[in-house]
């Protein structure tokens, strides 16, 4: 005998088509009223899209401050560093920071190694390194491109060892410039003349009427911090610094900037004049950059910086120069 057939399968087909066709009729109207909302565009379609981009990127920022905690190095990351280096460094070696704004390694490496800003320029010579030891945090933003830069000086090296977050690796020059005297550091003995009127100096600084005059800093030239003499020229008679008993040497080279800033691109080029014996040349600052020049050392152990009057504005110009063998 057949099993009567119950209503409840019926009623629940009846029940579903009824739901799918009240979901479907609110789709569209839900649709309708979307299109209704965005279209035609209103001005306040791009403030609600510019306030979604904007919390998309607070969102965004938030995660990746989260994340970053995990990406630098703990103290004793930096110890271990310092120790390696205080192990295996030696006279004539440096260190260069990737990314390089991790200041830290100033303070926690040991202090008699230098650390360098490894200018773009393969071609610009580290004065008095052999070897650079290159400390990166390859989880970090902004690292890697130490690492390109060196690879185009190296000639060999030790591959990176990890410390942690930290990761540490050494770079021979392959051509080291070991100059025999840097002229920034014999200024104090400099003679320096406004003209024909010897300047007054003390403490390697020279002061010569109320704009002019000749130090020994650090200025920013070109993106980075050089260590030169800082002329301040006259407008009215040339600024000329003589050092002498220089040791002997085959060449003299060194550059010429403007300091970073507001003034460096503004007035006439500024001509810096060098000689060395019977050996002279010159170069022409006319804009922000780092111009090289070189010349004969001429055998007499005596270099001239001159720089003719500049009219105008007072303005600066950084120059650094080395005795090469």
């Known amino acids: 005998m057949p099993r009567p057939e119950l209503p409840f ?21 839900w649709r309708s009223a979307l299109a209704a909302l965005l279209w035609p565009p209103r001005p306040r379609h791009a403030a609600a899209a510019f306030a979604l981009a904007v919390a998309a990127a607070g969102l965004g920022g938030l995660s990746f401050q989260r994340g970053l905690a995990g990406r630098l190095p703990s103290d004793l990351d930096w110890r271990a560093a310092a120790a390696v280096l205080e192990r295996d460094a030696r006279p004539g070696d440096a260190v260069a920071l990737s990314p390089r704004w991790a200041g830290r390694a100033r303070l926690a490496l040991p202090p008699w190694l230098p650390v360098l ?3 773009a320029d393969p071609a610009e010579p580290l004065w008095g390194v052999r070897r650079v030891w290159l400390l990166a945090l390859p989880d970090a933003p902004g690292a890697g491109g130490a690492a390109r830069a060196l690879a185009a000086r190296s000639a060999g090296g030790e591959a990176p060892q990890r410390l942690g977050a930290l ?30 009127t010897p300047c007054p100096g003390a403490g390697g600084a020279f002061r010569c009427g109320h704009r002019s005059g000749v130090a020994r800093e650090v200025r920013e030239v070109a993106g980075l911090p050089r260590p030169c003499i800082v002329l301040a020229p006259d407008a009215g008679a040339p600024l000329t610094v003589e050092l002498s008993g220089l040791p002997a040497g085959r060449v003299i080279s060194g550059h010429a900037g403007l300091p970073d800033g507001a003034g460096a691109a503004r007035g006439p080029a500024i001509r810096l004049e060098v000689r060395a014996g019977p050996a002279g040349t010159g170069v022409a600052v006319d804009g922000p950059g780092w111009r090289p ?14 720089v003719p009057p500049v009219p105008g504005p007072a303005r600066l110009l950084c120059v650094d120069a080395a005795v090469l063998p």
Do not use: N
Not at 293 to 306: I, K, N, Q
């Open 117 to 119: 800003d490894l200018p």
């Open 167 to 196: 990761a540490l690796s050494r770079h021979d020059l392959a051509a080291p410039e070991l100059p025999v005297a840097f002229l920034p550091d014999l200024l104090a003995r400099a003679s320096v003349r406004l003209g024909g």
């Open 293 to 306: 020049f070189e010349l004969p050392a001429g055998g007499t152990g005596a270099v001239s910086l001159t």
């Open 9 to 29: 399968p019926a009623l629940l087909r009846r029940r579903t088509g009824e739901a799918l066709r009240g979901w479907a009729g609110d789709a569209r109207r």
